[in-house]
């Protein structure tokens, strides 16, 4: 089956030039390499889980293979999506540091910070609780399951049907926002949910950075 990937442009604090270059380029090294690619912008204003539905909805209508949650505020390496689709995973996503200038602190979810530097020297896959919507990779047959899961959570816009897969919820008692409240549904629908320490973004925190520090090796 021909892979085809929905790009969705999730809005963040504020657009940049360089983060849509940066995931153009991703987007024609995809296509380069045989892949199909179309890139959704959606609404400013909204809440995230509320663009993510028409753009799960299209990927079922138009078959898609993979869903892949762009954020505008980081820089893609240019095989970005490609690495991530082959990682032949249902849930994947790359590295990214918080948006924090004096702290160089992982936004990826870890026990513990330490634990995040040894898997960042090993690279490669590690199984997570938690992903994040900046480079989430998620194939179609994931959403489809998980839409028959959580029948409750459809609702109609005109005559089609869309689902708030990524809706805020509260869970023990902690209020968890939309990729962790969709990463919690993806792991009660029996998924694994994945990291790619390779494919390390880099952020806007007053300047696009990355994880610098620990790539010479000098773990803060």
């Known amino acids: 089956m ?14 940049f030039d360089e983060s849509m270059d940066s995931l153009t380029i991703a987007a024609q090294f995809a296509v380069a390499n045989g892949f199909g690619v179309k890139i959704t912008k959606v609404r400013r204003g909204c809440p995230g889980f509320i663009n993510y539905g028409p753009a799960m909805a299209q990927c079922i209508a138009e078959g898609d293979t993979h869903l ?10 240019h095989d970005a999506i490609v690495r991530l689709v082959n990682d032949d995973k249902d849930i994947v996503n790359g590295i990214y540091r918080k948006n ?12 513990t910070w330490d634990e995040f530097a040894e898997k960042f020297k090993t690279g490669g896959l590690h199984e997570t609780k938690f992903c994040a919507a900046h480079s989430l990779t998620i194939k179609v047959s994931a959403l489809e399951k998980m839409m ?8 109609k816009v005109g005559d089609e049907t869309q689902y708030a897969l990524f809706m805020p919820m509260i869970r023990d008692g ?9 990463s919690i549904r ?19 925190c007053y300047d696009f950075l990355g994880f610098e520090g620990l790539e010479q090796k000098e773990v803060a």
Request: proline content about 8%; charged content about 20%; overall charge negative.
């Open 2 to 15: 021909p892979i085809q990937v929905r790009v969705i442009l999730a809005p963040r604090m504020q657009p």
């Open 68 to 77: 892949f949650v762009a954020a505008d505020d980081v820089i893609f390496p």
């Open 186 to 204: 993806a792991r009660d629908s029996g998924f694994t949910l994945w990291d790619d320490y390779s494919c390390k973004l880099k952020h806007f």
């Open 100 to 111: 924090t200038v004096y702290q160089l602190t992982p936004a990826n979810y870890s026990e």
């Open 174 to 182: 902690i209020c968890h926002q939309d990729d962790w409240a969709f």
């Open 148 to 155: 028959a899961d959580y029948p409750e959570l459809a609702y």
